[in-house]
T-cell receptor
Framework: GIQVEQSPPDLILQEGANSTLRCNFSDSVNNLQWFHQNPWGQLINLFY???GTKQNGRLSATTVATERYSLLYISSSQTTDSGVYFCAVRGSTLGRLYFGRGTQLTVWP | GAVVSQHPSRVICKSGTSVKIECRSL??????MFWYRQFPKQSLMLMAT?????????EQGVEKDKFLINHASLTLSTLTVTSAHPEDSSFYIC?????????????FGPGTRLTVL
């Protein structure tokens, strides 16, 4: 299967700070999703981004498919951004998703 | 759109009993559903994939007689943990992919926390 590595594993920030989360993957993919798992366990789709750059409010993501990595940027972080951020990839159209181990983000007021 | 619900959200049962978890796609037809298991502070582990009307495909190491999956309709899949034991305690999450929404995106339910005493 496709190996997915996320870094850093843990990140602690003060409210208002910016951060960058990274996702490296071992093979070509046709789907990459970023998720936020809130403290209650709900996985929330942030981005579907197999390539290119997208922005949604304070969050943006960039995937460089040829170099097999994706970055998630969080600007002006808020305490509600706390939780685990997962990157997941899929190698074929109807294949399964491969998840990274996640980045645990804690934002302090 | 693309809402997936799970019921119950939390269940506590005695060792040896069976527990059924329901996963529903509320506003789209889920041609494929996925069941995941997540231990504390770990990533999601895919247990099985099911297509509507077909038998589920289980990942290596997952006991199909222990974790019974039924995907009888385009909006409902169930996971039954048979003869549950304390080591089955975990967070179970379903996910769906289908028609009427982005077919290349998986949508996740809120999860079910199972505690076996």
């Amino acid at each position: 299967g496709i190996q997915v590595e996320q870094s850093p594993p843990d990140l602690i920030l003060q409210e208002g700070a910016n951060s960058t989360l990274r996702c490296n993957f071992s093979d070509s993919v046709n789907n990459l999703q970023w998720f936020h798992q809130n403290p209650w366990g709900q996985l929330i789709n942030l981005f579907y981004i197999p390539s290119g750059t997208k922005q949604n409010g304070r969050l943006s993501a960039t995937t460089v498919a040829t170099e097999r990595y994706s970055l998630l940027y969080i600007s002006s972080s808020q305490t509600t951004d706390s939780g685990v951020y997962f990157c997941a990839v899929r190698g074929s159209t109807l294949g399964r998703l491969y998840f990274g181990r996640g980045t645990q983000l804690t934002v302090w007021p | 759109g693309a809402v997936v619900s799970q019921h119950p959200s939390r269940v506590i049962c005695k060792s040896g009993t069976s527990v059924k978890i329901e996963c529903r796609s509320l506003d789209f037809q889920a041609t494929t559903m996925f069941w995941y298991r997540q231990f504390p502070k770990q990533s999601l582990m895919l247990m099985a994939t099911s297509n509507e009307g077909s038998k589920a495909t289980y990942e290596q190491g997952v006991e199909k007689d222990k974790f019974l999956i039924n995907h009888a309709s385009l909006t409902l899949s169930t996971l039954t943990v048979t003869s549950a034991h304390p080591e089955d305690s975990s967070f179970y999450i379903c996910s769906a992919r289908g028609q009427g929404v982005r077919t290349d995106t998986q949508y996740f339910g809120p999860g079910t926390r199972l505690t076996v005493l």
